[in-house]
């Protein structure tokens, strides 16, 4: 078998004979092959001699373009008539053979969308999942920031009191909640507002989500001048509130950009031989939001082919314009030419040019150097998580990992949390917490124990593949015969002598005993792990015990309501907020409570200058 040093002699022979045998100056494609056949990378080149003579500097190859070269086991090369010809066929060729190197990586998973689920009475919500078929009657975005997103969702709630609560609070609604009260919603829950009316209000959100709100605006203000003309003030303010939220989305998304029509700006990022591909939309002149795409270049393609390969995989439909962020001796007419031979149709490439178009460049600019840093950071994940595999014996990088605490004071208010980490890093959305219902004398094992057989029968279809619990011995030994029945490998993770950070141990699930240097990064990152379980359990212990406290203070103090009475009146209302500002007639509505005592409850609360959460 070839070492190294001769595989790549003989890639730079195979290179050489090739580019002895190309005239000067054509244009063309290349393929390059490795072992078994199996195509390595397709490149495109204005002038294949040349291109093909940059691979054989090695002391200017990049670690990527080395590690590439050295598989060459064999060239094709087809000279094409023209730039454009060559463009066309490496893009043909990328999409129909999937070459190892030419890959490129699309990465939408943390972008938020604004979502419509699928409803009667459709609600309106931040969604960060990719897209799934039947789940929503409307998806827009994605958005680059989630402050951005809410304060769209916040802006359209305003204007056309769309409902954001979950399907399971609106089912079990007994009165309208104070989103109803605050002109937030429209109450569907307690039918204020028939399906019909509900239906037309949806509609005017998706219009206005897509930038066309100057018909809903001509018909808010016809209405608003029909309302004040009748001295009906109410609706008419009504009408002038949504008028300006309106307003407010507009400036929010970006329809004032000066941007008309459909448009697409490409900005390029690049660290390295990493490529971030920042496409910004525009439609009907809205800042539709953006998208990354990411590329590692292993070719020696310049910025321009990079770009130009780029456009013609994306792509299956382009818009009218398409903006490009490239120096200005960049040729648009070959990518246009090659569009209109693929389309069909006419194209415009175009480098930014005005005040506006420059902003709108900039703007995807400062977003793919963004998704880029990003990038780089969870590739780091990545080289932590096979460092985990690697500690802890498992076959393969773990996707889901678990992470388990109790925290309690003497017994009162325990809680049990779940903590999962990713690929992607801490996934918030999957923690999980467990309030202790058997165990209450305070006896850590025991608490672990519930909280690790209530997560797999309240959660049984998805399965980690490794668990980490915060204890020692006797937290592996309570957790053992529920997690070995299951097949889940674990460890325990422990303060080492004098509980100084950096000393921990780890027990295993067959008892053996594992220990790390304090200074690696493993080390770190399971202490990260470990501490963000911690926070969890101490932050959902708190909440539990100041909500007791809370009931406790405003209503234990009331005389003839005792604990059940004041759940009843809490499970009504809703909220303490709500309660608070309830009347003596809607607070004797609640189930056992008489006019009499729902008379001193009002009095106390009206007393009462206490300030709770809700």
């Not at 580019?19 to 290349?30: A, H, I, L, N, Q």
């Not at 409307?138 to 402050?147: K, R």
């Not at 175009?350 to 600019?365: C, F, I, S, Y």
């Not at 999980?432 to 004398?441: D, G, P, Q, W, Y």
Request: glycine content about 6%; charged content about 25%; overall charge positive.
């Amino acid at each position: 078998m070839k070492n190294s040093n001769e595989r790549l002699n003989d890639a730079f022979y195979t290179l050489k004979k090739a580019t002895c045998s190309v005239r000067k100056s054509v244009p063309g494609v290349y393929k390059m092959f490795g072992t078994e056949d199996r195509l390595l990378y397709v490149g495109k080149a204005k002038d294949l001699k040349k291109r093909l003579s940059s691979y054989l500097s090695i002391n200017r190859m990049s670690v990527n373009v080395y590690t590439m070269v050295k598989q060459i086991v064999r060239l094709e090369i087809t000279v094409t008539e023209n730039e454009t010809e060559a463009l066309l066929l490496e893009a043909k060729l990328i999409k129909s053979l999937k070459p190892k190197y030419n890959i490129i990586m699309r990465d939408d998973k943390f972008y938020p969308y604004i979502l419509f689920s699928k409803h009667k009475y459709p609600r309106i919500v931040l969604h960060r999942e990719k897209r799934s078929e039947g789940r929503y009657t409307g998806l827009y975005g994605p958005f680059l920031s989630s402050v951005m997103t809410r304060h769209i969702i916040a802006t359209i709630k305003k204007a056309f009191l769309i409902r954001s609560c979950p399907d399971n609070f609106f089912a079990t609604r007994a009165r309208p909640c104070i989103e109803y009260e605050i002109k937030n919603c429209s109450a569907p829950c307690m039918q204020k507002i028939t399906e019909e009316d509900y239906a037309k209000a949806v509609q005017m959100a998706h219009k206005a989500l897509t930038g066309q709100s100057k018909e809903i605006q001509c018909e808010l203000f016809e209405m608003m001048c029909r309302f004040s003309n009748n001295q009906d003030y109410e609706s008419a303010i009504v009408c002038r509130d949504r008028l300006h939220a309106l307003k407010s989305m507009k400036e929010c998304m970006g329809f004032q950009t000066g941007i008309h029509g459909d448009v697409d700006f490409i900005a390029v990022y690049k660290r390295q031989d990493l490529y971030c591909m920042q496409v910004v939309f525009f439609r009907d002149g809205v800042n539709y939001g953006s998208q990354p795409y990411f590329i590692e270049s292993v070719g020696n393609a310049s910025d321009a082919d990079i770009v130009n390969m780029f456009m013609l995989q994306i792509y299956n439909d382009f818009p009218s314009v398409v903006y490009v962020d490239l120096p200005s001796d960049y040729d648009t007419n070959i990518m246009s030419t090659a569009i209109k031979k693929l389309m069909k149709r006419e194209v415009d490439i175009r480098l930014p040019a005005t005040r506006d178009e420059l902003k709108a460049m900039g703007l995807a600019r400062n977003y793919a150097m963004e998704a880029l840093n990003r990038r780089v950071r969870n590739t780091a994940q990545d080289t932590d998580l096979e460092e985990f595999a690697t500690f802890f014996d498992l076959l393969k990088a773990p996707e889901r990992i678990e992470i388990y605490d109790n925290s309690h004071i003497s017994g009162t208010h325990p809680y049990g949390v779940m903590v999962v980490c990713g690929k992607d890093g801490l996934l918030k959305k999957e923690y999980r917490k467990f309030k202790i219902n058997t165990v209450t004398n305070g006896d850590d094992c025991s608490m672990m124990h519930e909280v690790i057989s209530r997560r797999f029968k309240e959660i049984p279809d998805v399965l980690p593949d490794f668990i980490l619990i915060d204890g020692g011995r006797s937290q592996r030994s309570a957790v053992y015969g529920e997690l070995s029945r299951l097949g889940i490998p674990f460890a325990c993770i422990a303060k080492g002598p004098g509980r100084v950070a950096g000393t921990e141990v780890f027990y295993l699930s067959n008892g053996e005993k594992l220990s790390l240097d304090p200074a690696s990064k493993l080390m770190h990152f399971l202490c990260r792990l470990r501490d963000e379980a911690h926070r969890f359990a101490i932050t959902s212990h708190r909440k539990s015990r100041d909500g007791k406290l809370q009931f406790s203070t405003l209503l234990n103090d009331i005389p003839g309501i005792g604990k059940t009475k004041g759940k009843a009146i809490l499970a009504y209302f809703g909220s303490i907020q709500a309660m608070k500002h309830a009347r003596v007639e809607e607070i004797s509505k609640v189930p056992g409570i008489s006019l009499k005592l729902a008379k001193r409850v009002a009095d106390y609360l009206k007393e009462s200058q206490t300030t709770l959460r809700v």
